[in-house]
T-cell receptor, first 118, second 112 residues
Framework: EPEVTQTPSHQVTQMGQEVILRCVPI?????FYWYRQILGQKVEFLVSFYNNEISEKSEIFDDQFSVERPDGSNFTLKIRSTKLEDSAMYFCASSDLRDRATSYNEQFFGPGTRLTVL | QKEVEQNSGPLSVPEGAIASLNCTYSDRGSQSFFWYRQYSGKSPELIMFIYSNGDKEDGRFTAQLNKASQYVSLLIRDSQPSDSATYLC????????????FGSGTRLQVQP
């Protein structure tokens, strides 16, 4: 069964450093997402991406964050200058294009990258 | 501010019983509703989705949606110890939006 994959599984970085989290969405999916979950808290939406551009983003997704689809398979989240409060699990998800005019879309999550900022 | 509310639990049920998990949401324009299961330290796993009022059954799981009451529930029949996890309710907004708003989850414990 196809699945979303993410690398690395755990990333430790120093405050102020740049990190890139990588994801390979399910191959025939067209919508890609990043979510994060701070330990003990809710899963929070960061950004969605379709047709090589951001389609939605949350207030969390500020100028420190960027996303890119550098090739036909990878989808990346870059945090330019990490802060202590960026420590969280980051989940990539993908969904296919059932109907762009509706919100009917089942999103499938990858295993996550645990980001620890020291 | 769109909210999705769930009782944090833990909800404890004996093996073989029916577990009932509830969720309310604040955005009346919400179109689609999802239940995810999350084991400790793992990612959310999609187990059910529902788009229309009424019931939707899939194996031991039944999702129920009442848009007038802004209420969605998940029933798990014949609960097994392996069902012990946190169950997350997630809601999409109005048409065309795809961001999921998650509840904080209900922790289910199935006692052998």
């Amino acid at each position: 069964e196809p699945e979303v994959t993410q690398t690395p599984s755990h990333q430790v970085t120093q405050m102020g450093q740049e990190v890139i989290l990588r994801c390979v969405p399910i191959s025939n999916h067209l919508y890609f997402y990043w979510y994060r979950q701070i330990l003990g808290q809710k899963v929070e939406f960061l950004v969605s991406f379709y047709n090589n551009e951001i389609s939605e983003k949350s207030e969390i997704f500020d100028d420190q964050f960027s996303v890119e689809r550098p090739d036909g398979s990878n989808f990346t989240l870059k945090i330019r200058s990490t802060k202590l409060e960026d420590s969280a699990m980051y989940f990539c998800a993908s969904s296919d294009l059932r109907d762009r005019a509706t919100s009917y879309n089942e999103q499938f999550f990858g295993p996550g990258t645990r980001l620890t900022v020291l | 501010q769109k909210e999705v509310e769930q009782n944090s639990g833990p909800l404890s049920v004996p093996e073989g019983a029916i577990a009932s998990l509830n969720c309310t949401y604040s955005d009346r324009g919400s179109q689609s509703f999802f239940w995810y299961r999350q084991y400790s330290g793992k990612s959310p796993e999609l187990i059910m989705f529902i788009y229309s009022n009424g019931d939707k059954e899939d194996g031991r799981f039944t999702a129920q949606l009442n848009k007038a009451s802004q209420y969605v529930s998940l029933l798990i029949r014949d609960s097994q110890p392996s069902d012990s996890a946190t169950y997350l309710c997630a809601v999409n907004g109005e048409a065309g939006r795809r961001a999921l708003t998650f509840g904080s989850g209900t922790r289910l414990q199935v006692q052998p």
